[in-house]
Nanobody
Framework: QVQLVESGGGLVQPGGSLRLSCAAS????????MGWYHQGPGKQRELVAV???????NYADSVKGRFTISRDNAKNTVYLQMNSLRPEDTAVYYC??????????????WGQGTQVTVSS
């Protein structure tokens, strides 16, 4: 059983910063891609950023230059540093991890979600 536990959400003023963390635990062989989606009020879930096990990254156009994704493979943890936050960044942020289990097929696992609210 693989679990992803997120932390770091909260309320921040426009222009402020937050850092989200997501730690994977359980028994598995390895983790491939990790990343973050967000889902704003009344909107569909959208990809924010991804990072491969080798460190290659990709970002949604709306967050390029403001958000930075990183990971610590030794800790099975992915981070999202969010700077210059805007009200439109308000959403529930979900992390994911593509996991190779000890047995069976690769699976995508999800965190429980953490609320980020950008408001004055």
């Amino acid at each position: 059983q693989v679990q992803l536990v997120e932390s770091g959400g909260g309320l921040v003023q426009p222009g402020g910063s937050l850092r989200l963390s997501c730690a994977a635990s359980g028994r598995f062989f390895s983790i491939y891609t990790m990343g973050w989606y967000h889902q704003g009020p009344g909107k569909q879930r959208e990809l924010v950023a991804v990072i491969t096990s080798g460190g290659s990254t990709n970002y949604a156009d709306s967050v390029k230059g403001r958000f930075t994704i990183s990971r610590d493979n030794a800790k099975n943890t992915v981070y999202l540093q969010m700077n210059s936050l805007r009200p439109e960044d308000t959403a529930v942020y979900y992390c994911f991890a593509d996991v190779r289990p000890l047995y069976g097929d690769n699976l995508r696992h999800w965190g429980q979600g953490t609320q980020v609210t950008v408001s004055s």
